[in-house]
Each structure stands twice: as C-alpha cells, then as structure tokens.
C-alpha cells in the first residue's frame, strides 16, 4: 500500500496563461489530497523535450492537426478561443460584418513572428472562413496579448478563460460572435504508459477529471 500511494516528484511543464486561469488550481488541490508528493511546475511557453529536459508530464494547447511524436498524449479538452478587441478600438473602425472585413483591422497575434497568421473561424451552420493577417503585435505571451487588446492595439484571438470577465464587464468586445476561432486542444504528454510511477499516474488522471468538471463555453 505505502508502495502504491502517490509519492515522490513529479515535473510538470505547462503554459503561463494555462497555469494562471485553471492548472494552478487543480494542481494544488491534487497536492492537498496527496501530501507524500512534491510537484515541480515549469511554468514557460517554450515547447519542452521530455527526456532531455526530464519532464515526467507536459500540458500543452495545439490546434489541429497536431503532429505526431512518440510521446503519449491524453486529451483533457477543448480551449475555447475568441476574437475581441477594446471598444476603443472599434470606435475608430467600422464593427465588421462578416470574417473577411477583418482582414484590414488592426491586429495583435500570438507567435512566433515567422509564420503566417491566419483566423479560422467557425460560423453557422457549419461554415467556416480563412482570414489572413498581418499583426501589429506577436507575442508568445498570452497576458501580453491579452494587455495589447485591453489598451487598443487591435483584435486578438484569446482563449475564453483568459477574457471571459473582460467581456462581461465590457472592457473587451466578442467581435463576430456568430465567428468563433477553432478551438485549441488541452492534452497532456509524456514519454510512456508502462513504468509509470503511482504519483504521475494519479496527477494525470486528477487533470482529467477536472477538466471533465470544466463547463464548456456557452453552458449555462
């Protein structure tokens, strides 16, 4: 039994803006129930090699498709994405009617720098639109993107955890609402099922009951 119980370390790599809004918390309510373990949160933004960095679980968001590895992923849920902008913002541009006209405004992306930016959107009745733009700002920094919409750079495309209160105090606007950008995909890796120790396994397995427990964008 004191075998089996969780103990020990476990490395745990995730990003900021996904540690501030939901991982911080469930993290430490699986260290409340489990006092033998330790956790060791890297909270960065840069994509982590599990062996060489020796990571025992790494949270991530992709947007499909998401490549292959020979890490073993388990998917946790859906980030759920939205295109705002500061009503400052739109005070000075014309609210657009429809994905195209967003094309000219004003933007502010998340990175890196070098690739190409590009919207896509889900509309009704399962419609979808491509739009390309150029970005005033790129960041990898949710927070900073988040801060860049606050104060009027331009439209950000930003997981709905991140603005769902700007938006319901109305310091942000959901443009488009009809327009959602695809959702991103919230999964764990890590290097193998088998040898996994207790304290890894039962982490994993914590992650995922929260993020079942999670209400989906819209309930209510």
Known sequence: ?????????????????????QVSDMIARFMAANPRVTVHLDS???????????IDVAIR???????ETDDVMRVLGDSEQRLVASP???DRLQMPAVPASLSG???????????EHVWQLEGPDGATASVP????LVTDDISQLRSAALLGVGVAQLP?????????????????????????????VFPSRRGLLPAVRSLIDHLAREYARQPRDGDG
């Not at 968001?61 to 490549?67: G, L, N, Q, T, Y």
């Not at 405004?105 to 690739?115: I, N």
């Open 61 to 67: 968001v992709r947007f499909p498709p998401i490549e």
């Open 88 to 90: 400052a913002c739109l």
């Open 44 to 54: 960065t933004s840069r994509r982590v090699d599990l062996i060489s960095d020796g």
């Open 133 to 136: 733009f150029t970005p005033r």
């Open 160 to 188: 709905t955890m991140a603005v769902a209160r700007d938006i319901e105090d109305g310091t942000l606007v959901d443009i488009l609402p009809d327009w959602r950008p695809k959702p991103g995909l919230v999964h764990v």
């Open 105 to 115: 405004f004003p933007s502010a992306g998340f990175g890196p720098a070098h690739r």
């Open 1 to 21: 039994r004191s075998r089996s119980e969780p103990q020990g370390i476990v490395r745990v790599s995730c990003p900021p803006a996904l540690v501030c809004f």
